[in-house]
């Protein structure tokens, strides 16, 4: 049966074998090495689960980012203020109704935000400006009347500009006491509505990027030693702060201090000694460097100190147990604001950066010493153009969920929150407007400053609801059979065709000279008669067949080669060698109870696979190809039609490379052909007849958008109904690519408008199938918005993505189950209930595992739900296709077999997908085995009579020469016996 979802059993089977340890300093070097043998595929599927109870969801914004207003009501300028003074368009200082408003319709358990220190204290020490202290009282007021708890940061990077000036900022020591100071004055006015506070926000971008290298506010280059000072001193302001809540606040106010440190990820160039050393050392000199001191011991790490030697300041043994311990939770920042950013390049050790937030999770965990961790900020960024369709920062935000989720179900970490950056669009400091991060999209150039929920406050506010990401019923395995005479079969492209004969074929008849030269010796004149071609002369049949039967298949698909056939294009040279080799494989395979299903044509990259003539005269696009292919039709028909059943006459047409010519002669080509069988064979071969369409699965990207599922409407109409509407719908192409078509033939002033069939066309396509055939391997999802331009299809309209939480083959194929089910009900409900068979279906693997476990994971869950499909939806399935039969084709890793030094190796998905056809699917814990009666043999010979009659001709044929060779041999020797004498 298919995997069950990662949860229950599994959940705590990964758990228990990655037990992290007790964290302590240099433990979390064994966070890549873990990583790297975890369960495969299991590990990486979506996990569908929900949070503990109790887990908090949040979102943030930062008082520089979206306040706004800084000259009003007496507040006072701050660094960014200096830098940049467009900053805060999104004007929440005049607007905290609007903002709390959109964090109740969020449902958020709590809402982060800073306290401007410029805004409270205009020059940086008291007193207060009361206009600030209403402003700060009201959000807090307003936060607690929905239930929402606030997180409060007192610094988030935007220092008093006075006391830049005064002091030259966070590089005097005596920002440490004013920070304090301000600190009491808010923990004063607001603490008692505040339960978690974080003192600063990503002290490294304060000391590296304000300090160091200028980057960002107050814009200082001081080098590395000012930012390796600053942050000395933010470390003793922070702890100054904390020790004052603990001291005088916390007995009465009951709350949580802790500071926000940002990090990236990073991994080994290669998975070394040596390169994980530096993976480790890129993490303490990034987030250690606040790290270490705060939540182990006092002090720098090891790897800091002893690389920069004199340049890092040293704490006293006083100061060391002053700052240790200073924090009670791990508050930590993952995400756009450092990662792929602003992590100094001298601080990665020439490894490489990975968005991984649940091996940062695990790092931090076994680091130190299994802290409770708060995630205060997480997020991406999109184009600042993309306004309320953002697909790309949903598709962050899962996967950071996701990653979040995994953390805690499957290594073991305590994560108590998550917070979602942001809550609105705002300034993003060095990048200023250009990018967006907002749940709501904020109009910047309006006069009301409205907040429109984005996609991503939509998705946000379900996950929210849901605790996390719930198992679906429909994705639950299903438990049955499918009938009796279900098709179970294996596809390859072509067959591998060697016409090397391995019987003896001369003619001749020779003497064996055994006085004289001891060789034998051709009697002129004489030989034996010529013997026709057999089957059994092809040892390369022999082995395919058994390599076949050995599968238990019933049914197995391959296309003809037009061009091997009629080299030509047409009859005037026809290769019967091979013609002759196709008609032995398909009466082998029938012999052996495997029915055959062969395509006419299979498009490829030589010459759109047509003979070389017909491909260099316009191929599909010229319209005498359509009576070409009916003579190459009639002519397989004529010497193949006795021993095939099922046809194809085109294998997955590649719609979106044909024009619009090449279609509607491609159209007339299958209905001629259709027709041809219809009327001239199939009374005597009893045969049936169609076309097979490639059909993956288009899902909208945000399924509650009309406009996205209206493009995943039109993507499948282009891709499946524009072939498959005339054969099998009402005679025409679908009026949904007919109206896309004129409307952008319109606006782009060039005719891209389909042509229109006469009636006597219509009725000659209409109907031309007998069953509905269909190639399925993915999903893919689609959206209405253009903020890729490479990626947009200006035609459609539509916009091809990704979803980053699918899991991917190695050639980046996502693996998604549930859409098989969904073409069949799409297919179902389009063009009613004709038989369906899945004639390919499949997926590469690594093709240098020993165990090709994605392949079993795939087959699993995709026939899976072609058993729902058949069983609960009630869908006309008759068989399904495995993609493919070896390594040694086209079909490159999605074999069955590897082929390796001239022999064929079964892999484990092969020994897999047998035992599902012996068992006929997925039989539930109580169900009976199916009762399905082998079929009647009423010509037991028959299925053995053409090879012993081979066998017999090649039998006389060898007695025939022996006596023939006896007779000369003995004739001779009587005639040298008498010259002798």
Same mark, same amino acid.
């Given at each position: 049966?298919?995997?069950?979802?990662? !949860?229950?059993?599994?959940?705590?089977?990964?758990?228990?074998?990655?037990?992290?340890?007790?964290?302590?300093?240099? $433990?979390?070097?064994?966070?890549?090495?873990?990583?790297?043998?975890?369960?495969?595929?299991?590990?990486?599927?979506?996990?569908?689960?929900?949070?503990?109870?109790?887990?908090?969801?949040?979102?943030?914004?930062? =008082?520089?980012?979206?306040?706004?207003?800084?000259?009003?009501?007496?507040?006072?300028?701050?660094?960014?203020?200096?830098?940049?003074?467009?900053?805060?368009?999104?004007?929440?200082?005049?607007?905290?109704?609007?903002?709390?408003?959109?964090?109740?319709?969020?449902?958020?358990?709590?809402?982060?935000?800073?306290?401007?220190?410029?805004?409270?204290?205009?020059?940086?020490?008291?007193?207060?400006?009361?206009?600030?202290?209403?402003?700060?009282?009201?959000?807090?007021?307003?936060?607690?009347?929905?239930?929402?708890?606030?997180?409060?940061?007192?610094?988030?990077?935007?220092?008093?500009?006075?006391?830049? $000036?005064?002091?030259?900022?966070?590089?005097?020591?005596?920002?440490?006491?004013?920070?304090?100071?301000?600190?009491?004055?808010?923990? /004063?006015?607001?603490?008692?509505?505040?339960?978690?506070?974080?003192?600063?926000?990503?002290?490294?971008?304060?000391?590296?990027?304000?300090?160091?290298?200028?980057?960002?506010?107050?814009?200082?280059?001081?080098?590395?030693?000012?930012?390796?000072?600053? =942050?000395?001193?933010?470390?003793?302001?922070?702890?100054?702060?904390?020790?004052?809540?603990?001291?005088?606040?916390?007995?009465?106010?009951?709350?949580?201090?802790?500071?926000?440190?940002?990090?990236?990820?990073?991994?080994?160039?290669?998975?070394?000694?040596?390169?994980?050393?530096?993976?480790?050392?890129?993490?303490?000199?990034?987030?250690?460097?606040?790290?270490?001191?705060?939540?182990?011991?006092?002090?720098?790490?090891?790897?800091?100190?002893?690389?920069?030697?004199?340049?890092?300041?040293?704490?006293?043994?006083?100061?060391?147990?002053?700052?240790?311990?200073?924090?009670?939770?791990?508050?930590?920042?993952?995400? =756009?604001?450092?990662?792929?950013?602003?992590?100094?390049?001298?601080?990665?050790?020439?490894?490489?950066?990975?968005?991984?937030?649940?091996?940062?999770?695990?790092?931090?965990?076994?680091?130190?010493?299994?802290?409770?961790?708060?995630?205060?900020?997480?997020?991406?960024?999109?184009?600042?153009?993309?306004?309320?369709?953002?697909?790309?920062?949903?598709?962050?935000?899962?996967?950071?969920?996701?990653?979040?989720?995994?953390?805690?179900?499957?290594?073991?970490?305590?994560?108590?929150?998550?917070?979602?950056?942001?809550?609105?669009?705002?300034?993003?400091?060095?990048?200023?407007?250009?990018?967006?991060?907002?749940?709501?999209?904020?109009?910047?150039?309006?006069?009301?400053?409205?907040?429109?929920?984005?996609?991503?406050?939509?998705?946000?506010?379900?996950?929210?609801?849901?605790?996390?990401?719930?198992?679906?019923?429909?994705?639950?395995?299903?438990?049955?059979?499918?009938?009796?005479?279900?098709?179970?079969?294996?596809?390859?492209?072509?067959?591998?065709?060697?016409?090397?004969?391995?019987?003896?074929?001369?003619?001749?008849?020779?003497?064996?000279?055994?006085?004289?030269?001891?060789?034998?010796?051709?009697?002129?004149?004489?030989?034996?008669?010529?013997?026709?071609?057999?089957?059994?002369?092809? =040892?390369?049949?022999?082995?395919?067949?058994?390599?076949?039967?050995?599968?238990?298949?019933?049914?197995?698909?391959?296309?003809?080669?037009?061009?091997?056939?009629?080299?030509?294009?047409?009859?005037?040279?026809?290769?019967?060698?091979?013609?002759?080799?196709?008609?032995?494989?398909?009466?082998?395979?029938?012999?052996?109870?495997?029915?055959?299903?062969?395509?006419?044509?299979?498009?490829?990259?030589?010459?759109?696979?047509?003979?070389?003539?017909?491909?260099?005269?316009?191929?599909?696009?010229?319209?005498?190809?359509?009576?070409?292919?009916?003579?190459?039709?009639?002519?397989?028909?004529?010497?193949?039609?006795?021993?095939?059943?099922?046809?194809?006459?085109?294998? $997955?047409?590649?719609?979106?490379?044909?024009?619009?010519?090449?279609?509607?002669?491609?159209?007339?080509?299958?209905?001629?052909?259709?027709?041809?069988?219809?009327?001239?064979?199939?009374?005597?071969?009893? /045969?049936?007849?169609?076309?097979?369409?490639?059909?993956?699965?288009?899902?909208?990207?945000?399924?509650?958008?009309?406009?996205?599922?209206?493009?995943?409407?039109?993507?499948?109409?282009?891709?499946?109904?524009?072939?498959?509407?005339?054969?099998?719908?009402?005679?025409?192409?679908?009026?949904?690519?007919?109206?896309?078509?004129?409307?952008?033939?319109?606006?782009?002033?060039?005719?891209?408008?389909?042509?229109?069939?006469?009636?006597?066309?219509?009725?000659?396509?209409?109907?031309?199938?007998?069953?509905?055939?269909?190639?399925?391997?993915?999903?893919?999802?689609?959206?209405?918005?253009?903020?890729?331009?490479?990626?947009?299809?200006?035609?459609?309209?539509?916009?091809?993505?990704?979803?980053?939480?699918?899991?991917?083959?190695?050639?980046?194929?996502?693996?998604?189950?549930?859409?098989?089910?969904?073409?069949?009900?799409?297919?179902?409900?389009?063009?009613?209930?004709?038989?369906?068979?899945?004639?390919?279906?499949?997926?590469?693997?690594?093709?240098?595992?020993?165990?090709?476990?994605?392949?079993?994971?795939?087959?699993?869950?995709?026939?899976?739900?072609?058993?729902?499909?058949?069983?609960?939806?009630?869908?006309?399935?008759?068989?399904?296709?495995?993609?493919?039969?070896?390594?040694?084709?086209?079909?490159?890793?999605?074999?069955?077999?590897?082929?390796?030094?001239?022999?064929?190796?079964?892999?484990?998905?092969?020994?897999?997908?047998?035992?599902?056809?012996?068992?006929?699917?997925?039989?539930?814990?109580?169900?009976?085995?199916?009762?399905?009666?082998?079929?009647?043999?009423?010509?037991?010979?028959?299925?053995?009579?053409?090879?012993?009659?081979?066998?017999?001709?090649?039998?006389?044929?060898?007695?025939? !020469?022996?006596?023939?060779?006896?007779?000369?041999?003995?004739?001779?020797?009587?005639?040298?016996?008498?010259?002798?004498?």
């Amino acid at each position: 049966m298919p995997p069950p979802a990662p !949860s229950g059993l599994l959940l705590l089977l990964l758990a228990l074998s990655c037990r992290p340890l007790l964290g302590e300093p240099g $433990e979390g070097a064994g966070t890549w090495s873990r990583f790297q043998h975890l369960p495969y595929p299991d590990d990486q599927l979506f996990l569908h689960d929900t949070f503990p109870e109790g887990f908090l969801w949040g979102a943030g914004s930062a =008082a520089p980012q979206v306040e706004g207003a800084w000259g009003q009501d007496g507040g006072g300028p701050s660094v960014w203020d200096a830098l940049s003074p467009r900053r805060g368009a999104a004007d929440s200082y005049g607007r905290p109704e609007r903002d709390l408003e959109a964090v109740g319709r969020l449902g958020l358990s709590h809402y982060r935000f800073s306290l401007a220190w410029a805004r409270l204290l205009p020059n940086g020490t008291a007193p207060a400006n009361p206009a600030a202290v209403r402003y700060y009282a009201r959000l807090l007021s307003g936060l607690r009347q929905r239930g929402v708890r606030p997180v409060v940061t007192l610094y988030h990077r935007d220092l008093p500009q006075r006391l830049q $000036e005064l002091y030259g900022g966070w590089q005097h020591p005596a920002l440490g006491e004013l920070f304090r100071d301000y600190a009491r004055l808010c923990f /004063g006015l607001f603490g008692a509505h505040v339960r978690h506070w974080l003192t600063m926000d990503s002290p490294y971008l304060v000391a590296w990027h304000g300090y160091a290298t200028g980057r960002l506010a107050p814009g200082v280059r001081g080098g590395r030693r000012a930012g390796y000072r600053v =942050a000395h001193h933010l470390l003793q302001a922070h702890a100054k702060v904390w020790h004052l809540y603990n001291d005088e606040f916390r007995p009465t106010q009951k709350g949580q201090v802790s500071i926000a440190l940002s990090s990236h990820w990073i991994k080994p160039q290669q998975m070394i000694k040596s390169d994980i050393k530096e993976c480790q050392k890129s993490l303490d000199f990034v987030l250690g460097w606040f790290a270490k001191p705060i939540f182990i011991d006092g002090d720098y790490p090891q790897s800091m100190k002893t690389n920069l030697s004199s340049m890092l300041p040293e704490f006293t043994e006083a100061e060391k147990k002053f700052i240790r311990g200073t924090a009670d939770f791990f508050a930590l920042s993952f995400g =756009a604001t450092l990662s792929f950013h602003l992590v100094d390049s001298d601080m990665k050790f020439q490894q490489p950066e990975l968005l991984s937030l649940r091996q940062l999770l695990y790092w931090i965990s076994q680091e130190y010493n299994k802290p409770q961790i708060f995630i205060v900020e997480s997020s991406w960024f999109v184009s600042g153009n993309i306004k309320t369709d953002d697909f790309t920062y949903v598709n962050y935000l899962k996967y950071l969920i996701t990653d979040t989720l995994k953390a805690i179900r499957y290594d073991g970490v305590t994560v108590i929150g998550y917070t979602a950056w942001s809550l609105m669009d705002g300034f993003e400091w060095l990048r200023g407007y250009s990018i967006r991060r907002g749940l709501f999209y904020v109009d910047f150039h309006s006069q009301d400053k409205k907040l429109m929920a984005k996609s991503s406050a939509l998705f946000y506010q379900k996950v929210i609801k849901d605790n996390g990401f719930p198992a679906v019923p429909e994705n639950e395995p299903l438990g049955g059979t499918f009938p009796c005479n279900f098709a179970w079969g294996v596809t390859d492209i072509s067959l591998q065709i060697d016409t090397t004969q391995t019987q003896f074929l001369d003619p001749n008849v020779y003497v064996w000279d055994v006085h004289k030269t001891k060789k034998l010796i051709k009697v002129d004149g004489v030989g034996a008669p010529k013997r026709k071609p057999h089957c059994v002369d092809f =040892a390369a049949i022999r082995l395919q067949i058994s390599l076949l039967q050995e599968m238990h298949i019933t049914h197995f698909h391959f296309s003809l080669i037009w061009p091997w056939i009629l080299p030509l294009g047409n009859e005037t040279f026809v290769n019967h060698t091979v013609l002759f080799y196709y008609q032995c494989f398909v009466s082998e395979l029938n012999r052996v109870n495997i029915t055959p299903v062969v395509a006419l044509w299979q498009p490829k990259v030589e010459n759109e696979g047509l003979p070389l003539s017909l491909a260099q005269h316009g191929g599909w696009e010229n319209p005498q190809i359509v009576q070409a292919f009916v003579a190459y039709a009639r002519l397989c028909f004529k010497k193949l039609g006795q021993h095939i059943k099922f046809w194809i006459t085109m294998n $997955e047409p590649e719609v979106e490379k044909l024009t619009r010519k090449a279609v509607r002669n491609l159209l007339m080509a299958h209905a001629e052909g259709w027709h041809l069988y219809d009327k001239k064979f199939r009374k005597t071969q009893k /045969g049936k007849i169609s076309i097979a369409f490639h059909a993956d699965w288009v899902e909208p990207a945000f399924p509650f958008l009309k406009n996205d599922e209206n493009a995943a409407a039109r993507v499948l109409e282009f891709d499946i109904g524009r072939l498959a509407e005339p054969i099998f719908g009402k005679s025409d192409y679908p009026d949904v690519t007919r109206q896309q078509l004129h409307q952008r033939s319109t606006l782009v002033s060039h005719d891209l408008q389909l042509p229109y069939f006469s009636e006597q066309e219509k009725k000659q396509i209409r109907g031309t199938f007998d069953f509905f055939a269909l190639s399925h391997y993915t999903t893919v999802l689609v959206n209405s918005e253009n903020d890729n331009p490479k990626a947009y299809d200006y035609h459609l309209q539509v916009q091809r993505l990704n979803d980053i939480t699918w899991l991917r083959s190695p050639r980046r194929t996502p693996v998604v189950p549930w859409g098989l089910r969904k073409i069949l009900n799409w297919v179902k409900n389009k063009y009613g209930d004709a038989p369906i068979y899945i004639i390919a279906s499949g997926i590469d693997d690594d093709p240098n595992a020993v165990e090709d476990k994605l392949r079993i994971y795939y087959l699993e869950n995709y026939i899976n739900e072609a058993l729902k499909a058949y069983a609960l939806d009630n869908i006309n399935l008759r068989g399904y296709f495995v993609y493919s039969f070896t390594d040694r084709s086209e079909s490159r890793s999605y074999g069955f077999y590897r082929y390796v030094a001239n022999q064929y190796e079964p892999k484990p998905s092969m020994l897999h997908y047998r035992q599902i056809i012996d068992n006929n699917t997925f039989p539930g814990p109580e169900a009976s085995d199916p009762l399905c009666p082998e079929e009647l043999v009423l010509c037991p010979e028959c299925g053995t009579r053409q090879p012993r009659r081979s066998l017999l001709a090649f039998i006389a044929f060898i007695l025939f !020469s022996f006596v023939v060779t006896v007779f000369l041999i003995a004739n001779n020797s009587r005639r040298i016996n008498r010259r002798s004498k």
